[in-house]
């Protein structure tokens, strides 16, 4: 009948699906609830993979979900995004992070790829402090800073924080491991304060072992640069004429072209490359 068809058109359920008790198979109103209420049984149940589904959730962007998907789309909107992608070989780095975890990693703790990545960073900006600003688009002001206040980026149940390693230039490995580790812990117990979620002059950001092949990290504003790490894979590459099995890693970097210019980004990138490759480098003064 036209009022069980609108019912259903209503309700967002296809006839065709509705077993019919009426005459001539036709369907009832007593037909469109059993199939609603079978639907919702379904629905709360483990579903097959063939199981027809029309259950539907909304769920409201409110509180710090809605202050992300703002904060992204304001960054999006005003910063002149460009990214810029580089492989960086760290069979060495790797290396040695074994060594220093087999020696020192019961006493002083397991160190992460992360540490090393942070004292890149700080090493490579030395040269480049034009990417180590901050830019205030409505004043129209750059501020450079000296320090190296590191964002890293972090996922918490309520999304994505982004925690700041302060002075990241004072730190060791360790020391740069246990603040990373106690930032984290602080963001997943929801205790990180307004102090240790603001004030980064520059982001790291790594999904670890999901960090796929390539990315394209949003500049977290009103930072001009992100860094974006990759997985780590082994795969044949040509080293002086052989090829070998290596240990390759992308970065995958973005910056506000509106500050950072395109040779500035790469010329930083190939920096942070060449101190990863040769992983001495990163402590010689």
């Known amino acids: 009948s036209p009022a069980v068809r609108k019912r259903a058109w209503d309700r967002g359920i296809e006839l065709r699906f509705v077993v019919g008790s009426g005459p001539a198979g036709r369907v009832l109103h007593d037909d469109l609830d059993a199939y609603l209420a079978r639907d919702t049984a379904t629905s709360v149940a483990p579903a097959s993979g063939y199981a027809l589904r029309n259950d539907e959730q909304q769920i409201p962007v409110i509180g710090l979900r809605r202050k992300i998907a703002q904060r992204m789309q304001d960054a999006k909107r005003r910063a002149a995004h460009f990214s810029y992608v580089e492989e960086v070989d760290v069979t060495a780095l790797e290396e040695l992070r074994a060594q220093l975890n087999q020696k020192w990693g019961d006493s002083r703790g397991k160190l992460t790829l992360l540490p090393f990545l942070l004292r890149a960073m700080v090493v ?20 450079r800073f000296g320090a190296a206040h590191i964002g890293v980026a972090a996922q918490s149940d309520g999304g994505l924080m982004v925690p700041v390693v302060r002075h990241a230039e004072t730190l060791n490995l360790w020391g740069a491991a246990d603040e990373i580790a106690r930032l984290a812990n ?48 082994e795969r044949p590459v040509v080293v002086k004429g052989q090829i070998v099995v290596r240990k390759m890693m ?36």
């Open 250 to 285: 992308n970065l995958s970097s973005s910056f506000d072209h509106r500050v950072v210019d395109g040779m500035d980004a790469a010329q930083f990138i190939q920096a942070m490359r060449g101190l990863l490759e040769q992983p001495a480098t990163l402590f010689v003064e």
């Open 186 to 233: 602080a963001v997943r117990t929801g205790k990180a304060t307004r102090e240790e979620l603001t004030g980064s002059t520059i982001t790291l950001t790594s999904l670890g072992a999901l960090g796929g092949i390539v990315s394209t990290p949003v500049v977290n504003l009103p930072e001009v640069a992100i860094i974006g790490v990759n997985r780590i894979v």
């Open 124 to 143: 490579a900006l030395r040269d480049f402090p034009q990417i180590n600003v901050r830019y205030d688009d409505e004043a129209q002001i750059i501020t």
